[in-house]
């Protein structure tokens, strides 16, 4: 499965970044906090784009601010995945905000499909960095009216978030590739097979071959808390399984099939989205390296620093301005 495929998964399910259930209306704290003052500086009539914006949690954010301030502002989302925000949202407090944002699925941050000098702020939180660069910060200058503003908090290597990101691919590995739990949800059902009532799976659950497969893969979901207590992956993977072996056991084939090829497709995507943010993240070389094109390009910084919240490295911040002279 490539990495625009499992994006565009997971987009689908509706929520508005990345950190899924953890912020379903949007960022919060120092992020939600830079944005709304960003939005404050805009102009009335300002045109905002937002690159790699997923489901729009950034855009959001502006035009919610926007609204707030009583300005006129023009918010534009875009993403390289199939993204529909406003067909799959499934948090009514978005609704309305959503309506006013125009999404544009299926575009690349280094072939930005607007004319010249088309917005006043570009934006990006955790996306303009997963794109090849130097390409993507042409397509930037080229979209920026003069004067105007590409600001990006982006993945760092030194920040809290990229260490949480590595724990996270860690906790996915050992869970595919040493427990074999996908391997093992699907062998334990089909021994469980179709079952009508209790009474029949308690039968089923007394038989040997069934039981040392289910107390497996319980060793191994244990073993994976053990190992990760605090990781997102192994509550999600526990979680997962306990829910449906708790609930669903009672059912045909179908129902369990569909159950152990929807959890590996999951578990395989979010482990892929995971290396992607690996990959993704930015040095303080690169850093360097992104500074240099920008200039090349005729933005001139304006501040480029590690950004953070109460103290702790989330990200770094980049922010340039389209010269006048340009």
């Known amino acids: 499965m490539n990495s625009n495929t499992s994006w565009s998964q997971f987009w689908q399910q509706g929520f508005p970044t990345s950190f899924a259930k953890e912020l379903p209306n949007s960022y919060k704290g120092a992020i939600e906090e830079f944005w709304r003052e960003t939005a404050k500086s805009l102009d009335d009539n300002s045109r905002v784009l937002d690159i790699a914006s997923g489901n729009g949690a950034i855009a959001i954010i502006i035009a919610d601010e926007a609204r707030k301030q009583e300005k006129q502002v023009d918010v534009h989302a875009a993403d390289l995945a199939s993204i529909s925000p406003q067909k799959t949202n499934k948090n009514p407090k978005l609704t309305q905000i959503l309506s006013e944002i125009t999404f544009h699925p299926n575009v690349e941050i280094e072939q930005l499909p607007f004319k010249k000098n088309s917005f006043e702020l570009i934006s990006s939180q955790f996306g303009f960095e997963y794109s090849n660069i130097e390409k993507s910060i042409t397509s930037i200058s080229s979209s920026l009216k003069k004067g105007g503003h590409f600001k990006a908090i982006c993945h760092f290597s030194e920040s809290e978030t990229h260490l949480k990101c590595k724990e996270d691919l860690e906790a996915y590995k050992f869970a595919e590739y ?88 999951e578990l395989i995507c979010a482990m892929q989205r995971t290396e992607d943010q690996l990959k993704a993240t930015l040095t303080k070389g690169s850093v360097q390296k992104i500074e240099s094109l920008f200039m090349r390009n005729k933005l001139k910084k304006i501040s480029s620093r590690p950004f953070l919240e109460n103290e702790n490295l989330i990200g770094w911040l980049f922010d340039f301005k389209k010269c006048d002279s340009n």
């Open 178 to 265: 040493q427990l074999h739990i996908t391997t093992l949800v699907k062998s334990t059902l089909k021994e469980i097979g179709s079952i009508t009532s209790i009474a029949e799976l308690e039968l089923k659950l007394n038989q040997k071959s069934a039981l040392n497969k289910l107390k497996i893969l319980i060793e191994s979901t244990n073993k994976l808390l053990e190992k990760f207590p605090q990781s997102s992956p192994a509550e999600f993977i526990s979680k997962s399984i306990n829910y449906f072996f708790a609930n669903n056991l009672v059912s045909g084939m179908d129902q369990k099939n569909h159950f152990a090829i929807t959890f590996a497709k």
